[in-house]
């Protein structure tokens, strides 16, 4: 039987530093050598993903912006992509008229940028830009007219709950958002996508491109919370929230003591010193 194991990145496999540690890496890196197919599916970008975990050399496709695109780790493809439709353009501009400056997230000219109102942004926004400082995908721009160029597939909001929770009651059916707080800063962020955008739909299509069987997911996060329900076997991070280790088939160790590589070697028979 055909196994495909997918764990979600920040809170789970990558540690409080936001990186993967050398056990893990070693851990993953054999079980690929072996043929364990082994992904992640993330919030973060393609790149910035990347760079977090550039110890782990697995080549199988990765579920990036939380299944908005499927892109081949080997060449960088977009294997499958979510955009908006032109609606969308409504939508920002009644975040605008609610005080909610977005980042947008959109192809330009066949390039990833992610753009916001430079003279408006509040100090979350500024944390996350200085975050990605460098980053080739930085777009600021001064007005909306320039926000909304290109192809639209990702739009971040971050401010208060006063200002963002009407917005997520009133999108969460009409499109894919997440409402939550990051883990790294207590920033409270609302998330919108397209609808077919999710972990799991992107983790479905890995499954039927690899032609697996099973599905087994890690994560600690409310985003993990749709791919746990489509996997065989789940394992909630000993640091994931009380939603996820309800539904989860186990609690493995956090993320801090890398309770992902632990479980994969403890159940492959693999060992390894830290």
Not at 37 to 54: E, G, I, M
Not at 69 to 84: A, C, K, M, P, Q
Not at 243 to 260: C, M, Q
Request: hydrophobic fraction near 40%; aromatic fraction near 10%; charged fraction near 25%.
């Amino acid at each position: 039987m055909k196994t495909l194991y997918v764990s979600d990145l920040d809170g789970t496999l990558l540690n409080s530093s936001q990186t993967t540690s050398e056990y893990t890496n070693n851990v993953i890196n054999a079980l690929a050598e072996k043929g364990v197919l082994f992904s992640y599916a993330t919030a973060r970008s393609y790149s910035t993903a990347r760079l977090a975990a550039n110890g782990i050399s697995a080549k199988i496709p990765l579920v990036v912006y939380n299944g908005t695109f499927v892109i081949d780790n080997s060449t960088g493809e977009r294997l499958v992509s979510n955009f908006f439709q032109n609606d969308i353009k409504q939508i920002v501009k009644e975040l605008l008229d609610g005080c909610i400056y977005p980042i947008i997230y959109s192809i330009i000219d066949g390039k990833e940028k992610f753009s916001y109102i430079e003279n408006k942004c509040n100090a979350g926004q500024r944390l996350f830009i200085e975050s990605r400082k460098g980053d080739g995908r930085d777009n600021p721009v001064e007005n909306e007219a320039d926000l909304l160029k290109g192809d639209i597939f990702y739009i971040s909001c971050i401010y208060d709950e006063k200002h963002l929770l009407p917005f997520y009651d009133k999108y969460k059916k009409r499109f894919n958002c997440l409402y939550q707080k990051d883990i790294y800063n207590d920033t409270q962020w609302l998330e919108i996508m397209p609808l077919k955008a999710t972990k799991a739909n992107g983790i479905l299509t890995l499954k039927k491109l690899l032609s697996c069987d099973r599905i087994v997911a890690f994560g600690d996060g409310l985003n993990d919370m749709d791919m746990f329900k489509i996997a065989d076997e789940c394992y909630a991070v000993s640091n994931a929230v009380d939603e996820l280790k309800a539904i989860a088939t186990g609690i493995i160790d956090s993320n801090d003591n890398d309770g992902v590589a632990k479980w994969l070697a403890d159940n492959m028979s693999l060992s390894f010193d830290d």
